[in-house]
């Protein structure tokens, strides 16, 4: 067991930096405009230039793998769901753009673009009410689904830190 009697006033600054990247990762998982895997993992990064932390270079490499995967699926899962409750491509297209429109709209926007992409994109397409609105739904099942794969991923980021510290 390590003991903190030894330890640089730098280190102390740049693991507080990275519990911090830890935080907000976690906090940007959930508020729209924080990227937070990518925060997230650039703590782990940040606690790896301390003589405390020693990540191996393969942990950093998966990590940033998995990082990118996760951020791009972020986009790409509320177009999954509405395909798997049913939408067609024009609800999948509408899943998309209404993810990106909805960036500009805060929380709601985030929430609310994707399903309204969706019901509009299914509506325009010659669907029923209540089939563009199961594919809506499904929109809204997907982008919980990668809300849940963030916060899962910063979680154990942040397990990894905490483990890498004691």
């Known amino acids: ?9 730098m280190d102390i ?28 993992y650039l703590g782990l990064w940040i606690a790896q230039a301390t003589e405390r932390v020693d990540f191996s270079w393969r942990m950093l490499l998966v990590w940033g793998v998995v990082t990118v995967v996760v951020s791009v699926l972020d986009y790409v899962v509320p177009a999954w769901g509405t395909k798997k409750f049913g939408g067609t491509r024009f609800g999948v297209w509408g899943s998309t753009i209404g993810v990106f429109v909805g960036l500009f709209f805060g929380a709601a926007g985030v929430v609310i673009g994707p ?46 830190l905490i483990q890498a510290i004691w």
């Not at 067991?1 to 640089?8: E, Y």
């Not at 930096?17 to 906090?27: E, H, Q």
Request: charged share 10%; aromatic share 4%.
């Open 115 to 160: 399903l309204a992409g969706a019901v509009l994109g299914e509506l325009l397409g010659g669907k029923a009410v209540a089939e563009a609105f199961r594919a809506g739904w499904g929109s809204f099942v997907g982008l919980l689904c990668g809300t849940v794969l963030k916060l899962v991923c910063c979680g154990l980021m942040t397990v990894a």
């Open 13 to 40: 600054a740049l693991l507080v930096l990275a519990g911090l990247c830890m935080l907000v990762g976690i906090a940007g998982c959930i508020i729209p405009g924080l990227p937070g895997t990518p925060v997230a």
């Open 1 to 9: 067991m390590r003991t903190f009697t030894n330890i640089r006033v």
